[in-house]
């Protein structure tokens, strides 16, 4: 590769699978990126081995040991900034983030999200769409604004929902789909190809073969 390589924060809540695959499309070269650093708000997030074992600098940072949000986020924008980092990415990580860090690192905040957005952003995501019935459901990575993900959309993925799905075996195939489009965003991103004007994404030189990657013709 030899180019410059994109900065990358991931912060986490947990298992850290998307964590994992970033981490294994960077390894394999598919990703012009570093992670410098994981950072997560819950001690035992699993996720904080995986970075370990893969020798990338682990962080807990406990939200009870500041008076507030903000100054809990001012200590984790202050860790992500002296190691220089471009991009941050949430993967799992289970707090809304207030006006100040997000206008503090604006427009380089991301999130993955298991839901086709608009529809079901919050929690239980696949659970929504279960309740709700839809015979579409998917995922979505976009850039973290002011509200709860209603961020500028920057890749989606979509999967049927079956008459037999329940929460977790749509949350199963949803998360597969996840796994593909977060480092897949992350490459584009660090390949200088997204850009953002309004609430709209511009990715630069899309082909239609990066599309059905991750939208199969279904199969009858
Ligand atoms: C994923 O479903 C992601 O979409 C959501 O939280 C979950 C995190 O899973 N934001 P993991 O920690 O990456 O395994």
Same mark, same amino acid.
């Given at each position: 590769m030899g180019g410059k390589l994109l900065k990358l924060g991931v912060l986490i809540s947990g298992r850290g699978s998307n964590l994992q695959s970033i981490i294994d499309h960077i390894e394999a070269g598919k @990703?012009? &990126? =570093?992670?410098?650093v994981v950072i997560s708000d =819950? =001690?035992?997030? #699993?996720g904080l081995e995986r970075a370990k074992k893969h020798r990338i600098e682990a962080l807990f940072i406990d939200?009870? &040991? #500041?008076?507030s949000r903000e100054e809990f986020e001012k200590a984790v924008g202050d860790e992500l900034e002296k190691r220089g980092v471009e991009l941050i990415c949430l993967a799992g990580f289970m707090r809304i983030l207030s006006p100040y860090f997000v206008n503090r690192f604006k427009n380089r905040i991301i999130n993955i999200h298991? &839901?086709?957005?608009?529809?079901?952003?919050?929690?239980?995501g696949q659970k929504q769409a279960v309740d709700h019935a839809v015979k579409i459901a998917g995922c979505t990575v976009h850039f973290v604004d002011e509200?709860?993900?209603?961020?500028? @959309?920057i890749i989606q993925a979509a999967v049927p929902v079956f008459d037999d799905d329940d929460e977790d075996t749509l949350a199963t195939r949803i998360l597969k789909c996840e796994h593909k489009i977060y480092p897949m965003a992350i490459k584009l991103i660090a390949e200088g190809r997204v850009s953002i004007k309004g609430r709209k994404v511009t990715i630069k030189g899309t082909k239609k073969k990066e599309w059905e990657v991750f939208n199969p013709p279904l199969e009858l």
């Amino acid at each position: 590769m030899g180019g410059k390589l994109l900065k990358l924060g991931v912060l986490i809540s947990g298992r850290g699978s998307n964590l994992q695959s970033i981490i294994d499309h960077i390894e394999a070269g598919k @990703i012009p &990126a =570093k992670i410098e650093v994981v950072i997560s708000d =819950k =001690k035992d997030a #699993y996720g904080l081995e995986r970075a370990k074992k893969h020798r990338i600098e682990a962080l807990f940072i406990d939200p009870k &040991a #500041y008076p507030s949000r903000e100054e809990f986020e001012k200590a984790v924008g202050d860790e992500l900034e002296k190691r220089g980092v471009e991009l941050i990415c949430l993967a799992g990580f289970m707090r809304i983030l207030s006006p100040y860090f997000v206008n503090r690192f604006k427009n380089r905040i991301i999130n993955i999200h298991p &839901a086709l957005l608009p529809s079901f952003p919050g929690l239980h995501g696949q659970k929504q769409a279960v309740d709700h019935a839809v015979k579409i459901a998917g995922c979505t990575v976009h850039f973290v604004d002011e509200g709860v993900d209603s961020g500028p @959309i920057i890749i989606q993925a979509a999967v049927p929902v079956f008459d037999d799905d329940d929460e977790d075996t749509l949350a199963t195939r949803i998360l597969k789909c996840e796994h593909k489009i977060y480092p897949m965003a992350i490459k584009l991103i660090a390949e200088g190809r997204v850009s953002i004007k309004g609430r709209k994404v511009t990715i630069k030189g899309t082909k239609k073969k990066e599309w059905e990657v991750f939208n199969p013709p279904l199969e009858l």
